[in-house]
Nanobody, 123 residues
Framework: EVQFLESGGGLVQPGGSLRLSCVAS????????LSWVRQGPGKGFQWVCG????????LCSDHVEGRFNISRDNAKNTLYLQLNSLKTEDTAMYYC????????????????RGQGTQVTVSS
């Protein structure tokens, strides 16, 4: 069974930083493209950053480009998201997902497999 366990969220002031982690199991982590998505209060899911399995293919959305960074440790089956220069609009529940499930999740057809980790940016 595919499982994701996200952690690292919290309350932070604008301009602050957080590092999110996601431990995955139930599939071959090193060969799977992965992404982070988020869901803000009263909003739908939004793609944040993605990382291909082969390395050197990390991308982030325009909303977070230059502030967030995605990385992975294949030896630990762990995906990371470094969040810098946080803004109030970054407040959301953050989830890691398989890249192959991005469209069904963004379109609301399926829910993320993990419980997510809450990031709240407030002064």
């Amino acid at each position: 069974e595919v499982q994701f366990l996200e952690s690292g969220g919290g309350l932070v002031q604008p301009g602050g930083s957080l590092r999110l982690s996601c431990v995955a199991s139930g599939f071959t982590f090193s060969t799977e493209g992965l992404s982070w998505v988020r869901q803000g209060p009263g909003k739908g899911f939004q793609w944040v950053c993605g990382d291909g399995a082969g390395g050197g293919s990390a991308l982030c959305s325009d909303h977070v480009e230059g502030r967030f960074n995605i990385s992975r440790d294949n030896a630990k089956n762990t995906l990371y998201l470094q969040l810098n220069s946080l803004k109030t609009e970054d407040t959301a529940m953050y989830y890691c997902i398989k890249a192959s499930e991005l469209v069904p999740i963004i379109t609301g057809r399926v829910a993320p497999r993990g419980q997510g980790t809450q990031v709240t940016v407030s002064s």
